[in-house]
């Protein structure tokens, strides 16, 4: 079954832009979608409790607009990420106001629970949550969730260990239902080729941190762009959960990245972690290995539709140039 979105909406490219930890905000949630990808922030980053509410209400108001006064133009439905791990004591809130301006998608992570999911049902939205392996793409979907976003290798913030091709192929083993695959998706090549995999979309997080819209320091959009895959630490030390970070602003805080020690797992935070002084996602900055296919910091509309051109490019080339395969009826 491929992912099916509301008619009204007209996507530029098969891709959501992933909900980065303060990165993402409501100029650049409404660039993307305006653009024609699925834009997203996590509830966390309305900051107090009482902004999402004004977020919410100026996004939907702002697309509503958007699609009235230009027809035909590409137009993408939004996201909002929640974690719904115990330790978020604003959950319950955050999914009140999800619902009272319902929210077309809501994209859950590390955990899944059953009334959450029934509460963006209530209203007819959609319910993607992220997995890091099989294990965890079964529990999300026995617990109601409407889709998976796998997280594979490579992928910025928190993220798996699993290679792309494997963790697709487990879980299209026995999920026919909306997919899209995470891990290093920064060109439209490579939105194509998760659909090859058998995603249905690309999960696009790294590439719009270097983004004139995006909440970050101007150090970190410009690292994006100069970035590698080499420039990429992956450790479980400053959140309890185990992420890929820049390794530049690990050695900014001091400390040494090929000698890291281990985080508790129990005690998961959302702001420091491991005994460190330095913030994670604030001072210690997350990204994923696909950065070296950023080469400038651009706008959101830029982005995107560099991304398309790519993408539209990799549709038409069937085969490498100079390969060739035996005719079907041979």
Partial sequence: MAFELDPRY???????????????????????????????????????????????????????????????????????????????????????ACVKYKVPIVITSLGAREEVNEAVHSYGGIVLHDVINNKFAHKAIEKGADGLIAVAAGAGGHAGTISPFALVQE?????????????????????????????DMGYIGSAFIATTEANADERYKQAIADGQAADIVYTNLFTGVHGNYLRGSIEAAGLDPEHLPESDPSKMSFGSGGGSKSKAWKDIWGSGQGIGAVKDV???????????????EACRDTLPAGLRVMPEEA
């Fill in 10 to 96: 007209r996507l530029a490219l098969p891709a959501i832009a992933a909900p980065m930890f303060i990165v993402s905000n409501p100029d650049l949630v409404l660039a993307q979608c305006k653009a024609g990808v699925v834009g997203s922030f996590p509830a966390l980053n309305a900051r107090p409790q009482s902004a999402l509410d004004e977020w919410l209400d100026r996004i939907t108001g702002e697309l509503s607009a958007h699609e009235r006064d230009n027809p035909g133009a590409p137009l993408a439905p939004f996201a909002v990420n929640q974690i719904v791990h115990r330790s978020n004591d604003r959950l319950e809130q955050d999914l009140e």
């Fill in 171 to 199: 879980i299209r083993e026995w999920f026919d239902g909306p997919l899209m695959l995470s891990g290093s998706i920064a060109t439209g090549r490579a939105v194509r080729a998760a659909q090859v995999m058998g995603a």
């Fill in 298 to 312: 651009v706008d959101a509309g830029e982005m995107v539709a560099r991304l398309r051109r790519e993408y539209l």
